[in-house]
């Protein structure tokens, strides 16, 4: 798996509580992803970062954050979770930008909001 | 609107025979298409992949031919093995100048190779 550790494996929580999802690697790899995947979606991209502190917007990420102050933790915060944002979240990792270059996924985590 | 399309949710193959999972985009940009299988309650891993250069790629069992007039790509599994039952997610993504490496997947295929 690529030195991916995403933690915690599995979590509940209630409507309005705020939630941070931990990926942790050992690749030293510059680029760092999160997705989810959904029933009939497909993983969608929803945060991504491109070095420490440099993060962008992928194309769900309203109602989330991420944070990146080293280069092998990557974190995704849901401020106040909301039963839609209930899913499977993936961490991926890339050593280079190009499009040529595979992503590599950590085993995933699975949210339930109630 | 889905930019990546699988159109087919599951397919069912004899062990021995070939597996044949298709794959359709929309884009025209994207100029770099991968395959992923993913197991349950695992990750996606990466299979194989092709640049839009090329027309044929070849690793093992496992050979993706893209048809870019046609928009289309598919991944042919010879001979299919009970192992290869998982989920087969079609990726795309394009090189619009920044370094970021942003794939769209598709919905999934699930296969499944009866012994």
């Known amino acids: 798996d690529a030195g991916i550790t995403q933690s915690p494996r599995h979590k509940v929580t209630e409507t309005g509580t705020p939630v941070t999802l931990r990926c942790h690697q050992t690749?030293?790899?510059?680029?760092m992803y999160w997705y989810r995947q959904d029933p009939g979606h497909g993983l969608r991209l929803i945060h991504y970062?491109?070095?420490?502190?440099?993060?962008d917007k992928g194309e769900v990420s309203d109602g989330y954050s991420v944070s990146r102050s080293k280069t092998e933790d990557f974190l995704l915060t849901l401020e106040s979770a909301t039963s839609s944002q209930t899913s499977v979240y993936f961490c991926?990792?890339?050593?280079?930008?190009?499009?040529?270059?595979?992503?590599?996924f950590g085993n995933g985590t699975r949210l339930t909001v109630t | 609107d889905q930019q990546v399309k699988q159109n087919s949710p599951s397919l069912s193959v004899q062990e021995g025979r070939i597996s044949i999972l298709n794959c359709d985009y929309t884009?025209?940009?994207?100029?770099?298409f991968l395959w992923y299988k993913k197991y349950p309650a695992e990750g996606p891993t990466f299979l194989i992949s092709?640049?839009?250069?090329?027309d044929k790629n070849e690793d093992g069992r496992f050979t993706v031919f893209l048809n870019k007039s046609a928009k289309h790509l598919s991944l042919h599994i010879v001979p299919s093995q009970p192992g290869d039952s998982a989920v087969y997610f079609c990726?795309?993504?394009?090189?619009?100048?920044?370094?970021?490496?942003?794939?769209?997947f598709g919905t999934g295929t699930l296969l499944a190779v009866q012994p």
């Open positions: 991926a990792i890339s050593d280079l930008g190009q499009n040529n270059s595979p992503l590599h």
């Open positions: 884009n025209s940009m994207f100029d770099y």
């Open positions: 990726a795309a993504s394009a090189n619009y100048g920044g370094a970021t490496n942003k794939l769209i």
């Open positions: 092709i640049s839009s250069i090329k």
């Open positions: 970062s491109y070095g420490v502190k440099d993060t």
């Open positions: 690749e030293n790899h510059r680029y």
